[in-house]
């Protein structure tokens, strides 16, 4: 079902800054940007060779499971004992191109539920293609899943939550691209840009 921000209702949404306090923050935005953006063609030079897993808390292992394997395709690749709890399970899923989404129980310990809070995670962008992007809509639309887009500012983008309250952005974008702009190294040399 789909939802703009106005009528989703499972979305609630924070008050906006505006007048001079906006203002403010895109000066303070501006400035940043201006001190701090890095746009090196050569890549950023770091020694870490990419993200191996974010690690999120789920309430329920099997529903967890359930929705990421069989609803969205992500294949659980493994399911262990958590190394620093006792009965806690530490899982897996496969979201391909060899990137893994690792998820923690902590059964016995009861948990807030989700609010987005400094630390929290805010959504997860997953990179699909077109037919991907059109094949999860097709399947959320079937499955009566409420979700935000494709017209929530970005005709390229849907939102929902799973189970667990985690927000999941599908964004029909390639990898190292935001807003059809080249954002890494590898990206931006592939398209022949040049860069400062």
Same mark, same amino acid.
């Given at each position: 079902?789909?939802?703009?921000?106005?009528?989703?209702?499972?979305?609630?949404?924070?008050?906006?800054?505006?007048?001079?306090?906006?203002?403010?923050?895109?000066?303070?935005?501006?400035?940043?940007?201006?001190?701090?953006?890095?746009?090196?063609?050569?890549?950023?030079?770091?020694?870490?060779?990419?993200?191996?897993?974010?690690?999120?808390?789920?309430?329920?292992?099997?529903?967890?499971?359930? #929705?990421?394997?069989?609803?969205?395709?992500?294949?659980?690749?493994?399911?262990?004992?958590?190394?620093?709890?006792?009965?806690?399970?530490?899982?897996?899923?496969?979201?391909?191109?060899?990137?893994?989404?690792?998820?923690?129980?902590?059964?016995?310990?009861?948990?807030?539920?989700?609010?987005?809070?400094?630390?929290?995670?805010?959504?997860?962008?997953?990179?699909?293609?077109?037919?991907?992007?059109?094949?999860?809509?097709?399947?959320?639309?079937?499955?009566?899943?409420?979700?935000?887009?494709?017209?929530?500012?970005?005709?390229?983008?849907?939102?929902?939550?799973?189970?667990?309250?985690?927000?999941?952005? #599908?964004?029909?974008?390639?990898?190292?691209?935001?807003?059809?702009?080249?954002?890494?190294?590898?990206?931006?040399?592939?398209?022949?840009?040049?860069?400062?």
């Amino acid at each position: 079902m789909i939802h703009d921000q106005a009528t989703a209702p499972n979305i609630v949404l924070m008050p906006q800054p505006q007048g001079a306090e906006l203002a403010a923050l895109r000066a303070r935005r501006d400035d940043l940007r201006e001190r701090y953006l890095h746009r090196s063609a050569a890549g950023s030079g770091t020694p870490v060779r990419g993200v191996h897993h974010i690690a999120l808390i789920c309430r329920d292992v099997e529903q967890t499971i359930r #929705f990421y394997q069989e609803f969205l395709g992500f294949p659980l690749v493994e399911l262990v004992e958590n190394r620093d709890y006792n009965g806690s399970s530490h899982f897996f899923f496969d979201l391909g191109n060899r990137n893994l989404l690792g998820f923690f129980d902590f059964p016995g310990h009861a948990h807030p539920e989700h609010r987005e809070t400094i630390g929290g995670v805010q959504h997860l962008a997953l990179s699909v293609d077109g037919t991907a992007f059109e094949e999860l809509k097709r399947r959320m639309d079937a499955a009566g899943v409420e979700y935000l887009g494709p017209a929530r500012g970005s005709a390229d983008s849907m939102y929902i939550r799973d189970p667990n309250g985690i927000g999941l952005e #599908f964004y029909r974008q390639e990898l190292g691209r935001f807003e059809g702009r080249p954002l890494l190294g590898d990206a931006r040399r592939a398209l022949g840009e040049e860069t400062a």
